[in-house]
């Protein structure tokens, strides 16, 4: 567990070795999104789970865009030394992993998107604001873990300044994530698309469109599954089972194109 500059680089643990692999947080949540995974994917990576800026022990200065995460990243792989790594992202952390791809390319090896889509929309929007109610978190058990791992923000409330700006997120920085196919299929790196087949934030017509818009994809379809996967609990040796083999899995990298 390590931290750097904290102007420049983010909080994050730093486990395990092998090839580096980032796991990146949904809104809201923090490195604790992930830190079971970590735990798992370390016997075969060198997993690196940031804060993202404004969440859990890493300061924001400034507004939260979508760009500001993505150049955060950058600066932890520059922190420890490395040009490139995997990178997965989960909801708000896909956003940012997707960022990586279309505008720092360099960095990303291979792409995993977990629960998130490309375009923008008044449905989307009106959605990710539902999410605007601690009433909310507190009926699905997490107002404790939030008030805990958000603490460092600015005391135990802190977390409902955190949910609501990050509720905004894709709203005031609309054009950070609403991409069109060109973009997409301009993708290089191979690309594991994860989605529920019950989302409504990221609906299946969604996801399969991702699929078959990057050159190099998998797709994989969770039954019976929303916009909150289980991933940290039932789910949770499938997910990491199914990443690391695509991570490790022999392909060479392919520019062809799907027929739509």
Known sequence: MTTGSPDQVPFFLDVGQGPALVLLHSGGMSHEEFKEHARALSDGFRVLVPDLPGHGRTRLDGSLTVEGMGESVVSMLEEVGLACAHVLGSS???GVALWLALNRPSVVDRLVLFRIGFRRSGKNVARD???DDPSYWESV???EKLSMMHEPQGGP?????????????FEKDAKAHDHDVEELE????PTLIIAGDRDPLVPVEEAVEIYRSIPDADLWILPRATHVVAAQTWRGTAFRTEVARFLEAKRPRSRVHRQR
Do not use: E, T
Request: charge should be positive.
């Open 141 to 143: 058990g997490l107002a």
């Open 157 to 169: 409330d802190a977390w409902k300044r955190i949910i609501h700006r990050d509720a905004r997120l």
């Open 129 to 131: 604001l539902s999410l």
């Open 186 to 189: 301009q993708i290089d790196a």
């Open 92 to 94: 708000m952390g896909g």
